[in-house]
């Protein structure tokens, strides 16, 4: 007999879902026959999954010692590509992290590429706020993301708490995540658009539908000449390359966007970029209240990208 005791970092989610995590090579069948069988028990009485497990609730399984390790024993890799970490602002509960373009912001399936969570982990790891051997299921992880090739903030949470109510706020829209990019044409604006859209799965892209979900961003000129514009783009929707799609509708694509944007300006620009040249510049925090309240009405922002100064001197010279 096993016992698992719920620490703060497992509280508050319901027994099925954190017995399928503790057990990753279990099918979650044979996990919920278990419980019909008393194998796995919950504070000393049959349970049937759907209760919600709490901080201090003991789970006890009784499984042979041969059956607990072959079902939570995790697959053994190690990713070498372990970056170092620019981070511009830390406290107990989180780090905000300035993410380089070609970096992932999660790791892939193989686990060898280099990308921010693993590297995330490893530096708690290393500064002894967090070890894997003390915990059951929760991992750090980040609250949002930003693709491969666009630079910028990214909010990595140390506990459940933190993730938890980090994730409700950037859901809720209580939280302003501000871009900066260079687009194509003079674009005088300071204005909310709306669009439909739907994806091509085969092709990974955008593509306008009047029945689909909907992308709602703003955008503000900051300074237009020689027909381009640098825009400041504040996201109101979170959507898979909701910005160089939305851009691309408006017919002012992002410079260097091989997906969305114009070939010939991108070949014209490959000596200096070869990718989406987008910026998550600035995360700005309203009043709060609750559990991030110690972060209102304060901004957080990347580094300078030297690329994007590099493109912009070029083109608005």
Avoid at 27 to 51: C, H, P
């Amino acid at each position: 007999m096993k016992e698992i005791k719920i620490n703060e970092n497992d509280n508050d989610q319901r027994l099925d879902r954190f017995l399928v995590k503790f057990f990753p090579n279990a099918t979650k069948s044979f996990l919920m026959k278990m419980l019909r069988k008393k194998n796995i028990v919950l504070n000393g009485k049959k349970a049937s999954g759907d209760e919600r497990v709490m901080t201090g609730d003991v789970i006890k399984v009784f499984f042979s010692d041969e059956t607990f390790e072959k079902f939570t024993e995790a697959p053994k890799k190690f990713n070498p590509n372990i970056i170092d970490l620019n981070i511009v602002y830390e406290d107990e509960n989180i780090a905000i992290i300035d993410k380089d373009e070609g970096v992932l912001s999660h790791a892939t399936k193989d686990g060898f590429e280099k990308n921010v969570v693993d590297s995330f982990i490893k530096y708690l790891v290393d500064k002894k706020e967090f070890s894997p051997r003390n915990e059951n299921t929760f991992r750090p992880a980040l609250a949002n993301r930003l693709d491969r090739n666009t630079k910028g903030l990214l909010i990595g949470c140390k506990n459940y708490e933190a993730l938890k109510e980090m994730t409700k706020l950037i859901k809720d829209r209580k939280i302003n995540k501000y871009y900066k990019t260079i687009v194509k044409g003079n674009f005088d604006v300071d204005e909310t658009f709306e669009v439909g859209y739907e994806k091509n799965e085969k092709k990974n892209m955008m593509k306008l539908s009047d029945d689909g979900a909907e992308m709602i961003t703003h955008f503000k000129t900051m300074e237009m000449k020689n027909n381009f514009t640098e825009l400041e783009v504040l996201l109101l929707t979170g959507k898979t390359h909701q910005i160089r799609f939305h851009l691309k509708t408006l017919k002012h694509p992002i410079v260097g966007d091989r997906k969305y944007g114009d070939a010939a300006l991108n070949a014209r620009l490959a000596h200096i970029i070869n990718n989406q040249l987008l910026y998550s510049y600035k995360i700005a925090f309203p009043e709060l209240d609750g559990f991030f309240s110690y972060l209102s009405n304060k901004d957080f922002y990347a580094n300078s990208w030297a690329t994007y100064d590099k493109v912009k001197e070029v083109l608005f010279k």
